[in-house]
């Protein structure tokens, strides 16, 4: 029989792994982040040392760690939604792990232990762009958005050539390397392409940056679903915050175009190409990452 377990009466501290835990073959170093699914530390490998980022499903809406790092269900209620969210974490690691390219996050090992699922990633130095923006660490200059973003659409257009879609592009699941060379985190929504509607009730919504096909679940999603994606995220760099929600936007659009904004900052055919992208009809934005990159060649 299953045994559960009241959250609130374990130590908060249980929530996460702590320093030099071993889970398989990998040592906690320190946590990286944190959502309301998952945790990722920074890791090293025992046999040689190698420093990793170690993913561990943990929902903890619906389960949390006992003592001895064993995750399990808060309730019966809860035991069926971690399951399947647990075996959907499997997925996507499995998924992620036959995809390579210098620009999204590579996965070289994924496993289970503790009734979870852990998916071990490459760790890349950087800072996420949500980051350096908020903190404003540096000058969001034409020639930063262009290398950021052009190097995040080679990446991008990879996952799309083999009919997947992310579904959740963001400033903060963009790490912005040396060199401004991007890498696009977090696969935790990734689906395959359909004529149909997958996982419905799975569907990823990130406020001022899912377009309002992510919200219908009779919506087909497509690459202009990551397009619209793009868009929100190039203008946050412009505008220091994220857009309104699409779904508002859809009621009364109170987003002024940015050709009309910030036209005294940034040229021209870069604020077109970020209003293009943030259509609110998927039909009315661009098609294609291809297109896309075409519209932010410099004149």
């Known amino acids: 029989m299953a045994e559960y377990y009241d959250p609130q009466t374990y130590p908060k501290a249980w929530n996460y792994l702590q320093t030099g835990t071993?889970?398989?073959?990998y040592m906690i170093e320190r946590?990286?982040?944190?959502?309301?699914?998952?945790?990722?530390?920074l890791a090293r490998q025992m046999a040689d040392q190698f420093q990793v980022a170690?993913?561990?499903?943990?929902?903890?809406?619906?389960?949390?760690?006992?003592?001895?790092?064993?995750?399990?269900?808060?309730?019966?209620?809860?035991?069926?939604?971690?399951?399947?969210?647990?075996?959907?974490?499997?997925?996507?690691?499995?998924?992620?792990?036959?995809?390579?390219h210098p620009n999204i996050v590579e996965v070289v090992n994924f496993f289970r232990a503790n009734d979870t699922v852990y998916m071990v990633m490459t760790y890349d130095?950087?800072?996420?762009?949500?980051?350096?923006?908020?903190?404003?660490?540096?000058?969001?200059?034409?020639?930063?958005?262009?290398?950021?973003?052009?190097?995040?659409?080679?990446?991008?257009?990879?996952?799309?050539?083999?009919h997947f879609i992310h579904?959740?592009?963001?400033?903060?699941?963009?790490?912005?390397?040396?060199?401004?060379?991007?890498?696009?985190?977090?696969?935790?929504?990734?689906q395959r392409i359909s004529t149909t509607r997958i996982n419905k009730l799975d569907t990823v919504l990130t406020p001022g940056y899912s377009p309002v096909e992510q919200y219908d679940v009779n919506a087909r999603m497509g690459?202009?679903?990551?397009?619209?994606?793009?868009?929100?995220?190039?203008?946050?760099?412009?505008?220091?915050?994220?857009?309104?929600?699409?779904?508002?936007?859809?009621?009364?659009?109170?987003?002024?175009?940015?050709?009309?904004v910030f036209s005294r900052k940034y040229p021209d055919y870069l604020l077109k190409a970020i209003d293009w992208a943030?259509?609110?009809?998927?039909?009315?934005?661009?098609?294609?990452?291809?297109q896309l990159k075409l519209a932010l060649v410099k004149p």
Request: proline fraction near 6%; charged fraction near 25%; include cysteine.
């Open 22 to 25: 071993i889970i398989d073959q």
């Open 223 to 260: 690459v202009w679903t990551d397009i619209y994606a793009i868009g929100a995220s190039m203008r946050t760099c412009l505008e220091g915050k994220a857009p309104p929600l699409a779904p508002e936007r859809s009621q009364k659009d109170t987003l002024i175009p940015a050709v009309k």
């Open 54 to 100: 170690l993913k561990e499903y943990l929902p903890r809406k619906l389960a949390h760690r006992t003592w001895n790092n064993v995750v399990v269900a808060n309730s019966p209620e809860a035991q069926g939604m971690f399951r399947r969210g647990r075996a959907l974490f499997f997925e996507e690691a499995k998924v992620l792990a036959a995809l390579k």
């Open 125 to 162: 130095y950087g800072i996420t762009l949500d980051k350096l923006i908020a903190k404003k660490m540096l000058a969001i200059t034409e020639e930063f958005i262009l290398a950021v973003f052009d190097s995040l659409l080679a990446g991008l257009s990879y996952i799309h050539e083999r």
């Open 167 to 190: 579904l959740d592009i963001k400033p903060g699941n963009i790490l912005v390397r040396p060199g401004n060379n991007s890498l696009l985190l977090d696969f935790g929504a990734i």
């Open 31 to 41: 946590e990286l982040a944190h959502g309301g699914f998952s945790s990722v530390y």
């Open 278 to 290: 943030m259509e609110l009809k998927p039909e009315n934005r661009p098609q294609s990452i291809e």
